[in-house]
């Protein structure tokens, strides 16, 4: 199994980023699915979530409620993170997480 976040980088406040996770070894099935996020110093905290894996319903954290949207591609089997309106609070490591598999991490980094 093996999940790879890309897209993260350095974006000035008001900026906005697009979050990949391109898997293999797994498909989506009913699992969880979602977003989580690691600032320094702080816990890994969750940011969006599909609660199962087939349905649509999504869930997302108060902090990027309007800003961020989770989707995902079930042919390509990849799992992305649009991400508005960032502020520098949203510094911090996005990980993805299916079924309890973690991704490695893409840093991103918002600028005042």
């Known amino acids: 199994v093996q999940l790879q976040a890309s897209g993260g980088g350095l974006v000035q406040a008001g900026g906005s980023l697009r979050l990949s996770c391109a898997v293999s070894?797994?498909?989506?099935?009913?699992?969880?699915i979602a977003w989580f996020r690691q600032a320094p110093g702080k816990e890994r905290e969750v940011v969006a979530r599909f609660p199962i894996g087939r349905s649509n319903y999504t869930t997302y954290a108060d902090f990027v409620k309007g800003r961020f949207t989770i989707s995902r591609d079930t042919a390509k089997n990849a799992l992305y993170l649009q991400m508005n309106s960032l502020n520098t609070e949203d510094t911090a490591v996005y990980y993805c997480?299916?079924?309890?598999?973690w991704g490695q991490g893409t840093q991103v980094t918002v600028s005042s």
């Open positions: 070894g797994l498909t989506f099935g009913n699992s969880a």
């Open positions: 997480n299916i079924g309890g598999h």
